[in-house]
Structure formats: C-alpha cells, structure tokens
C-alpha cells in the first residue's frame, strides 16, 4: 500500500476501532488505565447499534431464569453454538443490564416495572425495548455519555481504518484514513478491539448501515487472523420492501405482538411451514417468504398488524410506524410490503471468551467476532446482550493483559482492490451467496471473483477500501459456504438441504492455510 501520505504517527495505549455498543463498552472498561482512542468510520451515531429496534434479551423478569435463555440461545444456533459461550452471555447479561440503567438507560416499563416483550424462538417474554423500537440507540446513547464522562477516552468521528499494523507478528495498532484531511495517520496502541459491527452491505438487500462492509474480518483476514463461521450470515425476514428505498427493518417484536404474513394473494402462510409461524426461528421464515415469492412471482409479501387496532402500532413502533407512514403504508390500518434482507453476521474474528483473537496484541468484540455464542443462527435481540456483555469482557482482558507499547511497525500489504463497483459485487452475493445456496452458484461466483483483475489503489477515500474489504468477504462467506456440504440454520444448500453429523463444526479459514478446516472450538 502507498503510504506516502503518511505524515505522522499517533500513539495511544488502547486503541478501540469502532463506536457501536461493544466498542464503547469496552472503553468504559479501559478507562482508568491508559490512553483510550475510539475511531469511528462515519459519525460516532453511525452505527448498526444505532439501528437495533427489536429490543435486548434478558433474563429479569419474575417468569424468567437464565437456564430457559440459556436454553432457547442453543435450540436457535441450531446444533452450533459453543456451550461456554452462551453461558457466559446469558449469566452475565442480567448484571450488564441492571449497570446500563444504573448509568441512565430507560428501558420502557408498565408502572414501576420494566416490560418485556416476546419475539420469535423465545419461550418467555424477556425482551426489554426503549421508546417502543429505539433500544440500540437508547444503550448507545448511554454507553457514549458514560465513555465520554470518563478520564483518558477520546472519539475520532469519520476515520476509517485501512489496515492493521504489525511488528514481528504482533499486532501494532493501524493504518487509520483521516478522511476530512485526505491522509492517512500510524496509530501504535499496546492492545487494539475490533469492534467494526456486521457485514450485511455486502448484499444488495439489508437492513445495516452504509459502514457495514466488513472491514474488521477483512483486516483481520489480511493480518493472519482466524476467521471461523462466516458462512452463517442471517437475513430478517421482515424489511420494509419499496423500490428505489433503504431495506428498513421492522422489528421481529411486530410478529411477537401479533403480526401476520401475508402472500401476494392475502393467504396467511407460515403455519404451513412451521408450527410456530410467525415467531418461527429467522432462518425458517426467510425462507418461507422466499418460497412464497417464487411461487407467486411476487417481489415481497405482506406483513400486517392491523388487527391490533388503531394507534396500537403508533404507540408501541412510533419510529417503525412513522417511517411506513412516510412511504404510504399505515401500519395501523394496512399491510406493508416486506423481504429477507441481510441483518447479522454469526461469525467473523475468531476469539475466546475474553476476545482475545489468534494474533497478539489484537481483540475482538460484538458482530464482528465469532465466540460461537450464536451458532448457525442468532436468537432474536441477543446482538445487543453480546455487545454489552463480551465488549465488557474484551476490555477488562485488554486492561489486564496488554504488553508494553511497540515502537515500530511493517508497512501494510498493498491494497488490492477489484475491478468490479459495490453494486455488482452486492448483487453477487446476493444472488450466489444469499438465503438459498448452490454449490454451482457459489463455485460460479469464486470463480468470477478469482478472475476480476485488481489494482493496487492507494485508499485515500472510502471506495476502494470498502470494495476491497466486500471482496474479500465475499470471498470468505463463498468459499466456507461451499465447503459445507449441508443445510443448518442460516446456510441453506438447495443441493444439500439436510443436516449432517459430518458438519456439526465450525469452519476455520487463515490465509497462509488455503483450505477450509471444521473443527470443534476450544477456548484458550
């Protein structure tokens, strides 16, 4: 990579990249013992954090335990999830809770006590929302004032990173783009967190956030990380389809309070499908929506709550009900067109329970690690838990554990960037890589991708760096969803539709190893 535009080198003992729920977390935990910098891509409210309506699962309530959570969370990850993992989450998320409102989050409540909710796969009502479907940005908005009151911590708005930097296999802290001042800043920390979010702009089709390309698996991949379980990437079932507009997600929590779905020809379909319908696993209703699709060749079908009542909707999905109502559907009174859209990655950087990634000096936390905390296929309204709960984690572990500051580091790898635009690479995978796979597809689209030539680009905007890392991801997700050779949770093979007991592992990809490995997780 062209680093002549270098100009100078900033040192730091902690350096955070990105600003969502994990991130922050972990750098309320950091303060106190050395410098903290949180870079953000975009604004420090661009997150996928910021977008999360469908709540946080909690074991609180009085008809809760955290053995049913705990239980629901491993019926979910179909076969997949890592036993310790979840434990870990569901034990340690009631405290993490009880500190968020300690620090001033409001959850909604009925009188003095809170209200859970129920969404699908769930066995008891333990989901808590704030203002009706606005939970991520009320956590965030808690954690960023929190970090922010807090000795030693900083933000860094609309700086992308580019690459991680290394010194003799360790790594070094990163290559960050100061994008408002078109150059490109060496930053040195004694312990580095990816915490980057999700990957769902590598499809065409999604409910995240224009920054969630990938970047922390991509630059982890670069740097000899272990990235396991990327071929598991979950679609919602229920984003709000118009043309020409953003995939908005309506929450899961909709069908928890009654919605319906509805095919283009107004029939009610998914009891035949599963015999819980709409609250059926996420996997199984995207799938059940695509079918409908196919059958009727219809772009979306209908999802509809109107039987609720008037203002039922208004008053408990203000920010979902003014967003339909601004494109023409009345919740409260109407269906509204939905598709699956990609929602949330299950895996990314592999990490043990303190997120400690395979490469010295490097950790990880929330989307963009893989703790096999969500198996094949992520309980609702548990990505914000894993963010409060593992970021936690990671920085006490970085706080404890990092080594003394690195003075020096190698120049980053050239950038290789393809030629190919965002939108084409996200209609690949959207059409290879999506809710319903073939090994035929999938080994097309490698192949497409293997023979687009590339250029070395210096990254001194967005674009190159967000194609290259969409490349590389895509690849990542193709070449594991490939190899496993069945259908289980979120990865569904058309030429593979069961599940088998040769595959009850998780894929481990490293880039000096080029095949796909299945292995069972062991814990550091």
């Not at 043990?352 to 309204?381: F, I, K, P």
Request: charged share 25%.
């Amino acid at each position: 990579m062209d680093i002549e535009p270098l100009a100078e080198t900033i040192r730091t003992d902690f350096l955070v990249i990105g600003a969502g729920v994990a991130g922050m977390r972990a750098a309320i935990e950091l303060a106190g013992a050395g410098d903290v910098l949180v870079v953000a891509k975009d604004s420090l409210e661009e997150s996928s954090s910021e977008y999360a309506q469908g709540g946080i699962a909690v074991a609180l309530s009085d008809e809760d335990d955290v053995s049913l959570h705990e239980a629901d969370t491993l019926a979910a990850g179909d076969g997949l999830c890592e036993p310790a993992a979840v434990r870990v989450l569901v034990s340690e998320g009631p405290p993490r809770i009880e500190e968020l409102i300690q620090w001033g989050a409001e959850f909604d409540r009925d009188g003095s006590k809170l209200l859970f909710a129920r969404e699908g796969a769930h066995s008891r009502s333990r989901v808590l929302h704030s203002h009706g479907d606005s939970t991520g940005r009320e956590i965030a908005r808690t954690l960023y004032r929190r970090a922010a009151s807090l000795p030693g911590v900083r933000f860094e708005g609309f700086t992308a990173v580019v690459d991680l930097l290394i010194d003799e296999g360790r790594v070094a802290g990163a290559l960050i783009l100061d994008a408002r001042r078109g150059r490109l800043l060496a930053v040195l920390a004694r312990a580095t967190l990816l915490a980057t979010g999700g990957l769902g702009r590598v499809y065409s089709d999604t409910t995240n956030p224009d920054v969630a390309t990938g970047d922390g698996v991509a630059m982890a991949w670069r740097a000899g990380a272990v990235i396991s379980d990327i071929e598991f990437v979950q679609f919602h079932p229920t984003a709000l389809h118009v043309e020409g507009a953003p995939r908005f997600l309506l929450s899961e929590a909709l069908r928890g309070e009654g919605a319906i779905l509805l095919n283009s020809a107004g029939e009610r379909f998914m009891p035949r499908y599963h015999p819980m319908a709409e609250l059926a696993p996420r996997d199984v209703v995207s799938r059940a929506i695509v079918s409908e699709m196919r059958r009727e060749n219809a772009p979306h079908v209908w999802l509809d709550i109107s039987g609720r009542g008037p203002d039922f909707v208004r008053k408990r999905f203000p920010r979902i009900h003014s967003t339909c109502l601004a494109f023409g559907f009345d919740l409260d009174r109407q269906p509204a067109p939905v598709c699956p859209a990609a929602h949330y990655a299950m895996g990314g950087v592999w990490t043990d329970l303190d997120g400690r990634t395979t490469l010295e000096g490097l950790w990880s936390a929330g989307e963009a690690a893989c703790t096999g905390v969500h198996g094949a296929n992520r309980l609702a309204s548990n990505s914000l838990l894993e963010g409060v709960v593992f970021g936690a984690r990671a920085g006490r572990s970085m706080r404890e554990t990092a080594l003394p500051a690195p003075v020096r580091f190698s120049p980053p790898r050239p950038l290789s960037v393809p030629g190919l635009t965002l939108g084409e690479l996200r209609s690949m995978a959207m059409h290879s890589a999506g809710i319903i796979r073939s090994g035929e597809t999938l080994a097309e689209l490698l192949q497409r991708l293997e023979n687009t030539p590339s250029e070395s680009v210096p990254a001194l905007d967005r674009d190159p760096l967000e194609r290259a890392n969409t490349r590389t991801v895509l690849e990542l997700i193709a070449r594991c969803a490939l190899a496993r050779q069945e259908s289980r949770g979120a990865h569904h093979r058309t030429d593979f539709p069961e599940k088998s007991a040769l595959f009850e592992a998780h894929s481990w990809l490293v880039a000096d190893f080029p095949e796909v490995q299945f292995k069972s997780r062991s814990f550091r």
